[in-house]
């Protein structure tokens, strides 16, 4: 990936695409990790989403902790990202701000900008921004310099600043209630789309594959098992996958019990 880097933009300050599993994605959902230390490059697809990230963030005013957490949990901020990420045919796209865990800066753009890291007017700002807006020119994100954060060590607070956070924007009157329902909306059609997958592919080429080992299973029970076997026959295993069948009558003689697998009760 550096090298990648180095041979395609090699004047240009560029990013890393450091990603970690989105959280009830089930690994489905990988995105570059870093939402506090994005801005997005304004165009006409992103105009809208930048302008509803602003008010996301205004919903405190300067000097809030809030305004540093927004774009952790602003849905326009993931998807910016996400289209960034995927729609680019694996290029690097441009930003105007990025981190991922590691960029490559021109030393001669360094010296010429005279970049420093700075937090804002108010201090909530993220420090990278800062730093990559004084640089007065667009960078990159790679998405072939790639890496992998742990599940267990994601990146961002992790213990009791974590927990600090959480109760903070739970317990905000204005901002828990919206952050509770848009991570709640994304989730329902998430969920929607992984039954329907199941219950339309998964489900139906489960059953067919057990139809036919049971199939086979029955092939070998003509000849394998004996008559009076206490064994389930075939067609109540079939009942564990069609439940429309009933349960076959079983009749008792003597001591022995003998199924009688060729009747089914409507």
Sequence with gaps: GILHTLGKLPDEAVASSGRQPRPGSFGSLQPPYDFSAFVAHENPLFRRMIKLNERFCALRPEGFRWRNECRAVSVAQFTMIQIGDNFNGGEP????????GAVLYPIKLIRETKAKYDSG???QRCEHIGFNLSLKRPMYI??????????????????????????DIAMSPAIGPIVFGQSMFSMIIFIYCIMTLTMLIIYPLWVCLSRAIIGNSEILSKTNVREGSKSPSIREMEFLLNPDLSIPSRKRKGSETVVDSDQLND
């Design 93 to 100: 796209y441009l930003v105007n701000s990025a981190f991922n």
């Design 121 to 123: 007017t108010d201090g």
């Design 142 to 167: 790679n998405p072939k310099w790639d890496m992998h954060l742990h599940p267990h060590l994601m990146g961002g607070p992790s213990g009791k600043r974590a927990m600090r956070t959480i109760t």
